[in-house]
């Protein structure tokens, strides 16, 4: 079975801050990961994943997240934070199936940033 | 945390039937529901954000004819795929949130729909 770990229900920065919001998954095969967003009063975004190419994949507005498998984490980061930045930040794992190409979205429990001026 | 069922996980129907797809909060009341899909190999789409007692507000491209949305409650929303076709055959996920737990978002565990 498939899960994520978010540490931390809240994480609080101050504008210009480096964001690291962390993610830890388990997987018995090689997983696609997620991280997606969601901004007061929408449904979810996605920033960026990771299907198995370059380890360090780049998203919008800035943020970027590193697959490390030795450390099974996939933690999301963004040099400096914005005000805008403040949102609820998801991450997630999936199983590609090579016969279907289905895969089963599993989510981690959400965290979520808060920046002060 | 709150709990958001969703039923059916799996479900095969032919072509040209109907599927009806539930979700459930179960320890809260959801003032909200959101319906996403995900196309194989591709990230989660948003479908619909519907509010309770309120016609669902679809996101462009989607027919809310062909996806119809009821939100008929506080605790259960349910999407209906109208005349099923094979292209319809996807992973459908809700997720949920209400007062109680501070507008925090749920997800239910999705439902794999295949259309024959």
């Known amino acids: 079975a498939q899960s994520v770990t978010q540490l931390g229900s809240h994480v609080s920065v101050s504008e210009g801050a480096l964001v690291l919001l962390r993610c830890n998954y388990s997987?018995?095969?090689?997983?696609?990961l997620f991280w997606y967003v969601q901004y007061p009063n929408q449904g979810l975004q996605l920033l960026l994943k990771?299907?198995?190419?370059?380890?360090l994949v780049k998203g919008i507005n800035g943020f970027e997240a590193e697959f490390k498998k030795s450390e099974t984490s996939f933690h999301l980061t963004k040099p400096s934070a914005h005000m805008s930045d403040a949102a609820e930040y998801f991450c997630?794992?999936?199983?590609?199936?090579?016969?279907?190409?289905?895969?089963?979205?599993?989510f981690g429990t959400g965290t979520r940033l808060l920046v002060s001026p | 945390g709150a709990v958001v069922s969703q039923h059916p996980s799996w479900v095969i129907c032919k072509s040209g039937t109907s599927v009806k797809i539930e979700c459930r909060s179960l320890?809260?009341?959801?003032?909200?529901m959101f319906w996403y899909r995900q196309f194989p190999k591709q990230s989660l789409m948003l479908m619909a954000t519907?509010?309770?007692?309120?016609?669902?507000?679809?996101e462009q491209g989607v027919e809310k004819d062909k996806f119809l949305i009821n939100h008929a409650s506080l605790t259960l929303s349910t999407l209906t795929v109208t005349s099923a076709h094979p292209e319809d055959s996807s992973f459908y996920i809700c997720?949920?949130?209400?007062?109680?737990?501070?507008?925090?978002?749920?997800f239910g565990s999705g439902t794999q729909l295949s259309v024959l």
């Open positions: 997720s949920a949130r209400g007062r109680e737990y501070n507008e925090k978002l749920f």
């Open positions: 997987s018995s095969v090689p997983p696609y």
């Open positions: 990771y299907t198995s190419a370059a380890t």
């Open positions: 997630a794992v999936s199983r590609p199936s090579l016969n279907t190409g289905f895969q089963k979205l599993v």
């Open positions: 320890d809260f009341q959801a003032t909200t």
């Open positions: 519907s509010n309770e007692g309120s016609k669902a507000t679809y």
